[in-house]
């Protein structure tokens, strides 16, 4: 049996780690986009790297391997985008099976290293930013932004449609308006 070396650091977890601690308002930051936009894109990325049938421990440079990184990418992009799971640092993780022989050792493996890790990010980022801030902002819809105020310009065109003297409801009609 083929023994699981974990590699220590999975690289895109550091900026998954500045979205997740610094950028909280963002959807991107988002628990849902978190930890499903890295598993769909791994998950692309060991998908495309088998059907590749790279071997990187006896070939550290297949021939192909840059058409595979490119479409995990773009294929993990899609899914993303699809799914409304949007986390940019997982273009990185859905790239690295194709080109990484220690994340390509992992093969199906790879898979639950990635829960957990982005648990751990979720975890201490709930930790770090709820002492004087709020995350997650959501958890799995997003919040529709509030309905912009109207412009001054959009309410002098209320008042002036609202009676002929300019009062909105015609009340004001013996006021005498002087130069303005």
């Not at 909280?24 to 791994?42: E, Y």
């Not at 004087?132 to 509030?146: L, M, N, T």
């Amino acid at each position: 049996m083929r023994s699981r070396a974990v590699p220590p650091i999975i690289a895109s977890f550091g900026a998954s780690a500045i979205l997740c601690y610094g950028a909280i308002d963002v959807p991107f930051s988002q628990p849902r986009s978190l930890i499903f936009g890295h598993f769909f894109s791994g998950l692309v990325g060991v998908i495309i790297a088998t059907i590749f049938q790279f071997d990187l421990e006896k070939d550290p440079y297949p021939r192909l391997q840059w058409l595979a990184a490119a479409l995990a990418t773009a294929i993990a992009l899609v899914v993303m985008h699809l799914t409304k799971m949007t986390h940019p640092p997982a273009g990185a993780t859905a790239l690295m099976p194709c080109v990484d022989q220690h994340i390509w050792a992992l093969r199906w493996y790879f898979l639950p290293v990635l829960l957990l890790s982005s648990t751990v990010v979720l975890v201490t980022a709930m930790m770090g930013n709820n002492v004087q801030r709020r995350y997650p902002v959501f958890w799995v819809a997003q919040i529709p932004p509030p309905a912009p105020a109207p412009k001054a310009e959009e309410k002098k065109d209320a008042i002036k449609e609202g009676s002929s003297d300019g009062s909105v409801d015609g009340s004001h009609k013996d006021v005498e308006r002087g130069p303005l």
